[in-house]
């Protein structure tokens, strides 16, 4: 089965103070993501990243409103980057036979690479959307260029002989 796991797209990360890269655009895309992993009964995951800046049942905690959730949809929530950590999405995950987990969300650097890293290592095949993941700028690094960097890393990343990881843009894996 294939997955969508859309990664702390929270009010409080979203629309905090930091700006995010593209932000209009990742929505966009996710969106339909969202949209053509249902018409083809994939499955939907919400991961939420839950700490003082989002404290779990806060509004800052919840998805934004741009991205609807539907009765099916599971959600994750986690303390640290790694969605896999101390949380159940491992056995969710096996549970449901999922096989290819397409991931997107924010930010970047931290809770979507360490993620990528983490799923192919749990034997997962991989897909990275290229055009679906965002950051704000760094004191050292401009966003986009944080961005631009983590899809070669992941373009280049050894993996586990039992899992594959590609970078591919939403048009790429779901049609224009």
Not at 64 to 92: M, N, Q, R
Not at 148 to 173: G, Q, Y
Request: hydrophobic share 40%.
């Amino acid at each position: 089965m294939n997955t969508l796991l859309i990664i702390d797209m929270q009010n409080s990360w979203v629309n905090g103070t930091t700006p995010r890269y593209d932000k209009e655009g990742v929505v966009a895309r996710i969106q339909h993501a969202i949209e053509v992993t249902r018409q083809h009964g994939g499955q939907i995951i919400y991961i939420r990243h839950a700490n003082d800046d989002a404290m779990i049942g806060s509004d800052g905690w919840e998805v934004i409103p741009e991205l609807p959730f539907t009765p099916g949809d599971v959600f994750v929530d986690k303390t640290a980057c790694d969605s896999f950590a101390d949380t159940g999405l491992l056995t969710h995950l096996k549970i449901t036979g999922a096989h290819t987990l397409m991931v997107c969300g924010l930010a970047t650097e931290l809770c979507i690479d360490t993620t990528i890293r983490s799923a192919v290592s749990h034997g997962f095949d991989v897909i990275a959307l290229s055009d679906a993941h965002t950051t704000g700028d760094r004191p050292h690094m401009k966003a986009e260029k944080v961005i631009e960097h983590h899809n070669w890393i992941w373009e280049n990343l050894s993996t586990p002989a039992d899992s594959r990881l590609m970078v591919r843009t939403v048009a790429e894996v779901f049609g224009p």
